[in-house]
């Protein structure tokens, strides 16, 4: 299987109070954690005026995050073999930004991101035989299993509150049915 990486500079939004996307003009490296969001991003994806922004500014948080997707053909106690999709790794780093200012100080011009300054990561139980069958109708018990696919999802958000605005996201790998 061939795995093609795919960019989506078209951000994809998330929130609990229903912000925009944003541009997408954001530069990001997911490798080093470092970049630069421009305040139009920022502006446009809250929803917010520059005077907003200059207030506000100190309380917008980047995060790094990243998801690591694998699909499985499992067989349990029942024989049946189904697909099932485990998170091998959930991650996201807290990030370092600093805003920066337009000449003359009046106007945010947008964050340089310098780095993580802590991270958490999760992973789900593997479905290695003798492992708990993940779903109950087909027993107690996996079998047999066999990798499929390998899905990675890295994101760069920025946050207000319970609002988050996707900025960048990288895929590698194929869609798998979650």
């Known amino acids: ?23 997408a ?16 991003d920022v502006l446009h994806g809250f929803g917010w005026d520059e005077g907003k922004l200059l207030r506000e500014a100190g309380k ?26 485990r998170t091998a790794q959930g991650m996201t780093e807290f990030l370092t930004a600093t805003a920066t200012y337009r000449a003359g100080g009046t106007a ?37 299993s066999r990798l499929q696919a390998i899905t990675t999802t890295r994101k760069l958000t920025a946050e207000h509150g319970t609002t988050y605005v996707s900025l ?3 895929r590698t790998g194929p869609e798998l049915n979650e």
């Open 60 to 85: 917008v948080t980047f995060e790094h995050h990243t998801h690591v997707a694998e699909s499985w053909s499992v067989t349990c106690d029942d024989s049946r073999p189904f697909d099932a999709v």
């Open 1 to 23: 299987m061939r795995l093609l990486p795919v960019l989506i500079s078209a951000a994809v939004a998330g929130s609990l109070t229903g912000a925009v996307p944003a541009r």
């Open 108 to 144: 945010i011009a947008g964050f340089r991101i310098t780095g993580s300054n802590a991270a958490i990561s999760s992973t789900t139980p593997d479905f290695s035989p003798g492992n708990p069958c993940p779903r109950s109708e087909h027993g107690e018990t996996v079998r047999t």
């Open 168 to 170: 960048v996201e990288l």
């Open 25 to 40: 003009a954001a530069s990001f490296d997911f490798l080093t954690n470092t970049g630069y969001v421009d305040a139009e």
